[in-house]
């Protein structure tokens, strides 16, 4: 099974900026299988696996988990799909280097990236917006100082994202700040223009 052939759109964007609900809109629209890095890890830690203890620590001091372990483990998930067109990739990549592992640079796979959807969301709303999922969700990775701490990790490690699909001509920009409709309606004729 190669993943050559797949159509994969990367969602970028702030943690907390709509994401994950746009991926859950958009796979049902265009037949994508949505994979959330965070999900794979989170699945990892509940099953008690190796990598899922090696993620656990990392990830509970805020730290992001090494690329070459986070893209075996897309890999190996997007292999076992064999019925979708392609994915929606949320979480990944989070930097410069993992998006030129994904395009086969230093690493032995390619996960090649179709297009990127970049929904823009001030911090401030941000911040808000994880704080209330943190108490909805009773998720524990969603500390006020974990959440400042994944704040400044975006800011420097996967903004620069943005200009790096921008120069391939793979950039799509929304407005995340507007209602979860109209964002979506947004994205969808971004990518049916596309």
Request: hydrophobic fraction near 35%; aromatic fraction near 6%; proline fraction near 4%.
């Amino acid at each position: 099974m190669t993943t050559s052939n797949y159509f994969n759109i990367v969602l970028l964007g702030a943690p907390g900026s709509g994401k994950g609900t746009q991926a859950n809109l958009l796979k049902q629209k265009y037949n994508l299988q949505h994979v959330s890095t965070g999900d794979l890890y989170r699945n990892e830690i509940a099953s008690g696996s190796p990598i899922g203890l090696k993620a656990k620590q990392l990830i509970e001091q805020g730290l992001l988990c090494p690329d070459e372990m986070t893209l075996d483990l897309l890999y190996q998930f997007c292999i076992s799909c064999e019925k979708t067109k392609g994915f929606l990739l949320d979480g990944v990549p989070r930097t410069i280097e993992q998006a030129k592992m994904m395009e086969g640079i230093e690493y032995p796979h390619t996960i090649p990236v179709s297009m990127a959807v970049y929904i823009e969301v001030d911090e401030k709303i941000i911040v808000e917006r994880l704080s209330k999922r943190a108490i909805e969700l009773k998720r524990t990775d969603d500390t006020p100082e974990v959440i400042r701490q994944r704040i400044m990790n975006y800011e420097a490690q996967t903004k620069p994202l943005i200009a790096h699909y921008q120069n391939q001509n793979k950039l799509l920009q929304v407005n995340g700040i507007q209602s979860v409709e109209k964002v979506f309606l947004d994205i969808c004729n971004l990518v049916d223009e596309f």
